[in-house]
């Protein structure tokens, strides 16, 4: 990205082009195109009119006369008219006030939201800063308790690690999963596995399979999901027709999906119509924003917006990211389920794509990620997430690092394998009793261990295709899955699958925003509101989740980070002879060492044995013909005064301070504590060979020579994060072993 | 409220020994109207007209046969039907007990009308089957979700 041709390209613009964030898009702003994330010269003027019956009879600018597909229904059904000129009049930022201002009620924005146009409340949010949109999500949100959807899919539709993989995400915490098809034939046999492999180890996840409409209906209807989500919105009635839908036959559709006590959430999110080529030149959050409008209108609980497939090209315009942000608080402002994207992989950048997810993250939502890629990212079928599999466990420390509950939990590994194993083996099982197919005992296996479907052997593809095609030839729904799992012997699973399918009949699950926590309980905005008012109001996370979310994999105790101690105890013998005496040697170089090295600790953080750093010490010192005494120090933990202290006592002047953690140093009996010849800062990479050169220049220096500096060795990882868990436990033994009074000894290495 | 399914079936009979036994069928795991119509209650009651609005429509499907819900819903697909077409659906949600599914078609139909969405009365081109019967030509949407 040089911009001259002729001259060499400088290495600081040749370095930043080769980031990853330089393999995204940037597009200039174009109003034309619909390339504007807030506010297009072309975004109407908001505006409502009503005639004397209260008919809306122009919304922001357009008269009824002319209005396309998506203005006429979300005027003849979205739009509150007693409140409609109430919203009119507030100004943009008024609102906007009001939807972060703790102190103004939810209930009260949500009224004057009712009565909002499109263009109106697209305004409003345009208007918040990224914090006050936290705010306003924090507020608005629909639940009180967050939540997390997954994609679970694999490249093969392998059913066996369909199911193992949805067990392992109900155990990591996810309660909606969501699976897709690479083939679309293969789509019956996906929605069966995911639902019996969703209901191992808990009760209660929600399932879907987001395929073509009709047939996502059709699933739905036999009992074999029990959610749907790809109910795909559009902000132009263009797009919406080359979608092959209207707002009354999505309307109907979501009337069907209820009538047969299905839960279910449209699609929308910013920049599909840019990308479809037919935004009409308005902005990507005045489309939205009638998205929004419409799936309210059309009767829909929720919205998945905010970072769904065309998030990127949202992501390529100035303020883009800020906008997908909003999406979601459009919804919120709507009073429906938000299930808040993150879902596309926005970057190829892994700071930028974090910083995509984080704002929402710490601000809540009813569904923080509308798929949190649960599987690898090869394995997702949807593309990838934009945080998927491998990403669990830096997911699982955001969680701890902030307090915040982000919905997922740390799993153990015979957790783990219990519930794949066990999520197989049922599959296996049904995939018997119902004669679709026969997966023996070894294929059960190489799913459990598997990470993804790249650890598996080859499956013919044809095998998932007839289970599919006899699914649908038989007719087989949710009763025949639960009558299999119970002859196989999974009464537990039995039992929830029938469970899934009461939910059906008394539809408490449709109300806005419900999911089931794993006592079967509804949480929805009904019985669980989000009742956030200012600091220690709202959702607060327990002690008990506080302390789940803190356990995770790679916490260790005191006594943990300490064990490798125990492995080298006693494998150097230091030998007290008494209080220290007052060198007089010129060739003598006192080393002291800390209260615990060698009494406590037994290695140092590079993982070499303290008694091989005095002796590569000690070494280096005979090299240069000078003779080492061993002093400990138990006054003091604070090498530069352990170093200085050794130098006092030297004949020499010159002293060795080290820590039993392996930092190391050099001083001189007439310097400042603090201001040593050579500081040896970088324990876990000094090597044996530097304590060695370490003693060697001790010696130069006692000689009176001015030795080359050893060179600290240089790393960019970020080691502090790497030991200072263990520093620290060793630090504080040192602290243990402190005498402040405790005078100087001299101590003999035995042999 | 105490909850029976389409069937008549109470909720709490709905045990998996009689799931075992073959006693269920799948209209016991079906939602009943009047679960719906109170559903309706309490999303009205919450403040979302629209949520209830599309429960009792929904309670109004709810015996519906599945093969007519697929079909209605195609009818309603952009240039799939007429406007007598629509009328002819309509008449029949009126009769089958479920007026606001019947407004629904109406409206859709005025609104095709003024946009060019039904399909065209006489040699129609570019559509093909039957309308509210071929639910296999349904396109893929034009930008994939997930």
């Given at each position: 990205?040089?911009?001259?041709?002729?001259?060499?390209?400088?290495?600081r613009?040749?370095?930043?082009?080769?980031?990853?964030?330089?393999?995204?898009?940037?597009?200039?702003e174009?109003?034309?195109?619909?390339?504007?994330?807030?506010?297009?010269?072309?975004?109407?003027?908001?505006?409502?009119?009503?005639?004397?019956?209260?008919?809306?009879?122009?919304?922001?600018?357009?008269?009824?006369?002319?209005?396309?597909?998506?203005?006429?229904?979300?005027?003849?059904?979205g739009?509150?008219?007693?409140?409609?000129?109430?919203a009119?009049?507030?100004?943009?930022?008024e609102?906007?006030?009001?939807?972060?201002?703790?102190?103004?009620?939810?209930?009260?924005v949500?009224?004057?939201?009712?009565?909002?146009?499109?263009?109106?409340l697209?305004?409003?949010?345009?208007?918040?800063?990224?914090?006050?949109?936290?705010?306003?999500?924090?507020?608005?949100?629909?639940?009180?308790?967050?939540?997390?959807?997954?994609?679970?899919?694999?490249?093969?539709?392998?059913?066996?690690?369909?199911?193992?993989?949805?067990?392992?995400?109900?155990?990591l915490?996810?309660?909606?999963?969501?699976?897709?098809?690479?083939?679309?034939?293969?789509?019956?046999?996906?929605?069966?596995?995911?639902?019996?492999?969703?209901?191992?180890?808990?009760?209660?996840?929600?399932?879907?399979?987001?395929i073509?409409?009709?047939?996502?209906?059709?699933?739905?209807?036999?009992?074999?999901?029990?959610?749907?989500?790809?109910?795909?919105?559009?902000?132009?009635e263009?797009?919406?027709?080359?979608?092959?839908?209207?707002?009354?036959?999505?309307?109907?559709l979501?009337?069907?999906?209820?009538?047969?006590?299905?839960?279910?959430?449209?699609?929308?999110?910013?920049?599909?119509?840019?990308?479809?080529?037919?935004?009409?030149?308005?902005?990507?959050?005045?489309?939205?924003?009638?998205?929004?409008?419409?799936?309210?209108?059309?009767?829909?609980?929720?919205?998945?917006?905010?970072?769904?497939?065309?998030?990127?090209?949202?992501?390529?315009?100035?303020?883009?990211?800020?906008?997908?942000?909003?999406?979601?608080?459009?919804?919120?402002?709507?009073?429906?389920e938000?299930?808040?994207?993150?879902?596309?992989?926005?970057?190829?950048?892994?700071?930028?794509?974090?910083?995509?997810?984080?704002?929402?993250?710490?601000?809540?939502?009813?569904?923080?990620?509308s798929?949190?890629?649960?599987?690898?990212?090869?394995?997702?079928?949807?593309?990838?997430?934009?945080?998927?599999?491998?990403?669990?466990?830096?997911?699982?420390?955001?969680?701890?690092?902030?307090?915040?509950?982000?919905?997922?939990?740390?799993?153990?590994?015979?957790?783990?394998?219990?519930?794949?194993?066990?999520?197989?083996?049922?599959?296996?099982?049904?995939?018997?009793?119902?004669?679709?197919?026969?997966?023996?005992?070894?294929?059960?296996?190489?799913?459990?261990?598997?990470?993804?479907?790249?650890?598996?052997?080859?499956?013919?593809?044809t095998?998932?295709?007839?289970?599919?095609?006899?699914?649908?030839?038989?007719?087989?729904?949710?009763?025949?899955?639960?009558?299999?799992?119970?002859?196989?012997?999974?009464?537990?699973?039995?039992?929830?699958?029938?469970?899934?399918?009461r939910?059906?009949?008394?539809?408490?699950?449709?109300?806005?925003?419900?999911?089931?926590?794993?006592?079967?309980?509804?949480?929805?905005k009904?019985?669980?509101?989000?009742?956030?008012?200012?600091?220690?109001?709202?959702?607060?996370?327990?002690?008990?989740?506080?302390?789940?979310?803190?356990?995770v994999?790679?916490?260790?105790?005191?006594?943990?980070?300490?064990?490798?101690?125990?492995?080298?105890?006693?494998?150097?013998?230091?030998v007290?002879?008494?209080?220290?005496?007052?060198?007089?040697?010129?060739r003598?170089?006192?080393?002291?060492?800390?209260?615990?090295?060698?009494?406590?600790?037994?290695?140092?953080?590079?993982?070499?044995?303290?008694?091989?750093?005095?002796?590569?010490?000690?070494?280096g010192?005979?090299?240069?013909?000078?003779?080492g005494?061993v002093?400990?120090?138990?006054?003091?933990?604070?090498?530069?005064?352990?170093?200085?202290?050794?130098?006092?006592?030297?004949?020499?002047?010159?002293?060795?301070?080290?820590?039993?953690?392996?930092?190391?140093?050099?001083?001189r009996?007439?310097l400042?504590p603090?201001?040593?010849?050579?500081?040896?800062?970088?324990?876990?990479?000094?090597?044996?060979?530097?304590?060695?050169?370490?003693?060697r220049?001790?010696?130069?220096?006692?000689?009176?020579?001015?030795?080359?500096?050893?060179?600290?060795?240089?790393?960019?990882?970020?080691?502090?994060?790497?030991?200072?868990?263990?520093?620290?436990?060793m630090?504080?033994i040192?602290?243990?072993?402190?005498?402040?009074?405790?005078?100087?000894?001299?101590?003999?290495?035995?042999? | 409220?105490?909850?029976?399914?389409?069937?008549?079936?109470?909720?709490?009979?709905?045990?998996?020994?009689?799931?075992?036994?073959?006693?269920?069928?799948?209209?016991d795991?079906?939602?009943?109207?009047?679960?719906?119509?109170?559903?309706?209650?309490?999303?009205?009651?919450?403040?979302?007209?629209?949520?209830?609005?599309?429960?009792?429509?929904?309670?109004?499907?709810?015996?519906?046969?599945?093969?007519d819900?697929?079909?209605?819903?195609?009818?309603?697909?952009?240039?799939?039907s007429?406007?007598?077409?629509?009328?002819?659906?309509?008449?029949?949600?009126?009769?089958?007990?479920?007026?606001?599914?019947?407004?629904?078609?109406?409206?859709?139909a005025?609104?095709?009308?003024?946009?060019?969405?039904?399909?065209?009365?006489?040699?129609?081109?570019?559509?093909?089957?039957?309308?509210?019967?071929?639910?296999?030509?349904?396109?893929?949407?034009?930008?994939e979700?997930?």
């Open positions: 990205m040089s911009d001259r041709n002729d001259d060499p390209v400088l290495g613009i040749a370095g930043l082009d080769r980031q990853r964030v330089n393999l995204d898009g940037f597009s200039q174009d109003h034309d195109l619909g390339l504007v994330a807030f506010a297009s010269i072309h975004d109407p003027e908001p505006s409502i009119e009503l005639d004397d019956a209260g008919r809306i009879v122009e919304m922001d600018g357009v008269p009824a006369s002319r209005f396309d597909i998506v203005d006429a229904y979300i005027a003849a059904h739009i509150d008219t007693s409140v409609a000129l109430e009119d009049r507030l100004s943009d930022l609102f906007a006030r009001l939807a972060v201002d703790p102190a103004t009620p939810r209930a009260h949500v009224r004057l939201a009712r009565g909002a146009t499109p263009a109106k697209a305004r409003v949010v345009a208007r918040l800063r990224p914090v006050e949109l936290q705010m306003a999500i924090a507020k608005m949100r629909a639940r009180r308790t967050p939540s997390v959807q997954a994609h679970v899919t694999n490249m093969l539709d392998d059913p066996l690690l369909l199911a193992a993989d949805a067990a392992t995400a109900v155990a915490g996810f309660r909606e999963l969501e699976t897709t098809v690479p083939v679309l034939g293969d789509a019956p046999s996906n929605a069966l596995a995911l639902l019996v492999g969703s209901q191992v180890g808990a009760p209660g996840a929600l399932t879907q399979c987001s073509e409409e009709a047939l996502e209906l059709e699933l739905g209807l036999r009992g074999l999901t029990t959610y749907a989500e790809t109910v795909s919105l559009y902000g132009t263009q797009v919406f027709v080359d979608g092959d839908d209207t707002p009354w036959s999505k309307a109907f979501s009337s069907a999906y209820a009538s047969r006590g299905l839960k279910m959430r449209v699609t929308s999110g910013g920049g599909a119509e840019v990308l479809m080529g037919a935004a009409e030149g308005k902005s990507i959050c005045y489309l939205e924003s009638r998205c929004v409008a419409l799936a309210r209108a059309i009767g829909a609980q929720g919205v998945q917006n905010g970072g769904i497939d065309s998030a990127s090209v949202t992501g390529s315009v100035p303020d883009g990211m800020r906008e997908l942000l909003a999406e979601n608080l459009l919804v919120m402002l709507r009073d429906l938000s299930c808040s994207g993150n879902d596309a992989l926005v970057s190829e950048s892994d700071m930028r794509r974090t910083a995509h997810t984080v704002p929402l993250f710490l601000a809540g939502s009813d569904f923080l990620f798929g949190f890629g649960s599987i690898v990212r090869y394995d997702n079928m949807f593309g990838p997430s934009n945080f998927n599999g491998e990403d669990l466990d830096d997911y699982l420390v955001l969680q701890r690092d902030w307090g915040v509950d982000g919905g997922l939990r740390p799993v153990s590994e015979t957790l783990l394998r219990e519930v794949r194993e066990r999520a197989a083996k049922a599959t296996q099982a049904v995939y018997r009793e119902l004669e679709l197919a026969d997966f023996d005992d070894s294929r059960v296996t190489e799913v459990v261990l598997a990470e993804g479907s790249k650890d598996l052997s080859p499956l013919d593809p095998v998932v295709l007839e289970a599919s095609d006899a699914i649908r030839d038989r007719g087989l729904g949710i009763l025949d899955v639960v009558r299999a799992l119970d002859r196989a012997g999974y009464r537990v699973e039995a039992d929830r699958v029938l469970a899934m399918g939910e059906h009949v008394t539809g408490d699950y449709l109300q806005t925003a419900a999911i089931f926590d794993e006592k079967m309980n509804v949480l929805s009904i019985t669980d509101p989000n009742d956030y008012q200012g600091p220690g109001t709202g959702y607060e996370v327990s002690p008990a989740r506080r302390l789940e979310m803190a356990t994999r790679q916490q260790r105790s005191r006594e943990q980070l300490l064990a490798a101690q125990a492995t080298h105890a006693g494998h150097v013998r230091l007290e002879l008494g209080d220290a005496a007052q060198g007089v040697d010129p003598e170089v006192c080393v002291g060492i800390s209260p615990a090295f060698a009494t406590k600790l037994w290695v140092a953080t590079s993982g070499l044995p303290v008694g091989e750093v005095l002796r590569q010490i000690l070494a010192l005979e090299e240069e013909g000078c003779t005494r002093v400990r120090v138990r006054s003091t933990i604070d090498l530069g005064m352990i170093g200085l202290v050794a130098a006092r006592l030297s004949g020499s002047g010159v002293g060795v301070g080290v820590q039993a953690k392996g930092t190391a140093l050099i001083h009996r007439d400042a603090l201001a040593c010849l050579e500081l040896y800062s970088m324990a876990p990479f000094v090597t044996r060979e530097m304590y060695r050169a370490l003693g220049n001790a010696g130069r220096h006692a000689k009176g020579l001015r030795p080359v500096p050893v060179r600290n060795p240089y790393t960019e990882e970020a080691i502090e994060a790497r030991y200072h868990a263990g520093t620290v436990a630090v504080a040192e602290r243990d072993e402190c005498v402040p009074d405790a005078k100087p000894t001299d101590l003999e290495v035995a042999t | 409220m105490r909850y029976f399914a389409l069937s008549g079936r109470p909720v709490s009979e709905i045990t998996i020994d009689a799931a075992v036994n073959e006693e269920l069928t799948a209209a795991l079906r939602i009943h109207p009047d679960t719906l119509r109170h559903q309706a209650d309490v999303a009205e009651k919450d403040g979302n007209a629209q949520l209830a609005d599309n429960f009792r429509r929904a309670a109004e499907l709810a015996s519906v046969d599945d093969g819900l697929l079909s209605i819903y195609e009818a309603l697909r952009p240039r799939r007429t406007r007598a077409q629509l009328e002819a659906i309509a008449s029949r949600l009126d009769s089958a007990n479920a007026p606001s599914c019947a407004a629904l078609v109406r409206e859709a005025e609104v095709y009308s003024r946009r060019g969405l039904l399909r065209p009365d006489r040699g129609g081109h570019g559509t093909e089957g039957s309308a509210g019967s071929d639910v296999a030509s349904s396109g893929a949407p034009p930008v979700r997930a």
